[in-house]
């Protein structure tokens, strides 16, 4: 996630906790707090957090009614159509619809509102999906952005401002996408 990174920090959807894990790792943002709405997940969550000597506070809650009052940085891999798994996950292809495509847009949408509303002024937002939909990626964002003047894109992040791409056809990998967003500081 780069530079920026500070705590409190928290993983607004963090089942199965590979990134929570990771980050506990690899920054020095504390508290980290790894949420998840699903109690079962977040007991994988905690488990994989034992297994390797992390220790994140775990917090059962649905992101869109965070238990948390703010944070200096959050992350939300939000739940999305996995299009850009398909190669691994082939099944997943069966369970895409126009409507459940337009649900989750609705969903990313009420959980990137809430995400926002904890970050306090100067604080970072990281906006991420496993997708390749337009809608639930840089049509998100821009919503987002014409929504909430008071961020923007982050220009001091790794990508200096540009929202990262990853295409399974130019890196044999699984898709992604990811958005760096920097609430201003009003001061």
């Known amino acids: 996630m780069g530079p920026g990174l500070e705590g409190p920090f928290v993983d607004l959807c963090a089942a199965p906790g590979g990134k929570a894990i990771g980050l506990w790792f690899a920054s020095d943002a504390r508290p980290l707090i790894a949420a998840d709405v699903s109690?079962?997940?977040?007991?994988?969550?905690?488990?994989?957090?034992?297994?390797?000597?992390?220790?994140?506070?775990?917090?059962?809650?649905?992101?869109?009614?965070p238990a948390v009052r703010e944070a200096r940085s959050v992350l939300l891999d939000a739940p999305c159509s996995g299009t850009g798994v398909l190669r691994r996950r082939p099944d997943a292809r069966w369970r895409l619809s126009a409507a459940r495509l337009e649900a989750l847009v609705g969903l990313q949408r009420e959980l990137l509102g809430a995400a926002a509303e904890l970050v306090t002024e100067g604080g970072l937002l990281?906006?991420?999906?496993?997708?390749?939909?337009?809608?639930?990626?840089?049509?998100?964002?821009?919503?987002?952005?014409?929504?909430?003047?008071?961020?923007?894109?982050?220009?001091?992040?790794?990508?200096?401002?540009?929202?990262?791409?990853?295409?399974?056809?130019?890196?044999?990998?699984d898709g992604a996408y990811a958005s760096r967003l920097r609430k201003r500081r009003t001061g």
Not at 50 to 57: E, H, L, M, N, Q
Not at 126 to 153: H, I, K, M, W
Not at 154 to 168: I, M, N, Q, S, Y
């Open 39 to 65: 109690p079962e997940r977040l007991r994988r969550v905690g488990e994989l957090a034992a297994a390797t000597g992390a220790r994140p506070s775990l917090v059962a809650m649905d992101g869109r009614r």
């Open 126 to 173: 990281v906006y991420a999906t496993c997708s390749l939909e337009p809608e639930e990626n840089e049509g998100q964002v821009e919503r987002f952005l014409a929504d909430r003047p008071d961020f923007e894109r982050d220009a001091t992040g790794p990508l200096e401002g540009k929202d990262l791409h990853v295409l399974p056809w130019d890196g044999d990998s």
